[in-house]
C-alpha cells in the first residue's frame, strides 16, 4: 500500500515538473488544457482570434507569427490579444 501511494506521489510530481517546461506547456494546449498553462492565450481568445480570422487557421496563424516577429519577449496570451486588437482596428477602419 505504502509503495503505491509513494509511486502515486512521485509520479504527480514527475507530472508537474514537465508541466513547467516548454514541452510540457506545448503538450498541454495540445491536449486542451491550454487554460491551465501559463502564458498561454485563453480558448475564448484563441476562438475568438479564430473566428474573427474567417475560421482559417493559416490566417490565424500567420497573424499570430506578425505580432511574434514584432515583439518576441512577449508570451502567447500578450501576442493573441494584440492580434485581436489589430483585427478589430482593421475592420474598424473598413
Given at each position: 500500500m505504502l509503495?503505491?501511494?509513494?509511486a502515486l506521489l512521485v509520479?504527480?510530481?514527475v507530472l508537474a515538473i514537465f508541466a513547467t517546461m516548454p514541452v510540457g506547456?506545448?503538450?498541454a494546449v495540445r491536449?486542451?488544457?491550454r487554460d491551465?498553462?501559463?502564458g498561454a492565450a485563453s480558448s475564448e481568445d484563441v476562438a475568438f482570434l479564430l473566428a474573427r480570422c474567417g475560421n482559417d487557421r493559416a490566417e490565424m496563424a500567420r497573424r499570430l507569427e506578425a505580432e511574434r516577429a514584432?515583439?518576441?519577449a512577449l508570451t502567447e496570451a500578450e501576442h493573441c490579444r494584440r492580434a485581436?486588437?489589430?483585427v478589430l482596428q482593421e475592420q474598424r477602419e473598413d
Amino acid at each position: 500500500m505504502l509503495t503505491v501511494l509513494s509511486a502515486l506521489l512521485v509520479l504527480a510530481v514527475v507530472l508537474a515538473i514537465f508541466a513547467t517546461m516548454p514541452v510540457g506547456r506545448r503538450v498541454a494546449v495540445r491536449l486542451g488544457l491550454r487554460d491551465w498553462v501559463a502564458g498561454a492565450a485563453s480558448s475564448e481568445d484563441v476562438a475568438f482570434l479564430l473566428a474573427r480570422c474567417g475560421n482559417d487557421r493559416a490566417e490565424m496563424a500567420r497573424r499570430l507569427e506578425a505580432e511574434r516577429a514584432r515583439f518576441p519577449a512577449l508570451t502567447e496570451a500578450e501576442h493573441c490579444r494584440r492580434a485581436i486588437r489589430r483585427v478589430l482596428q482593421e475592420q474598424r477602419e473598413d
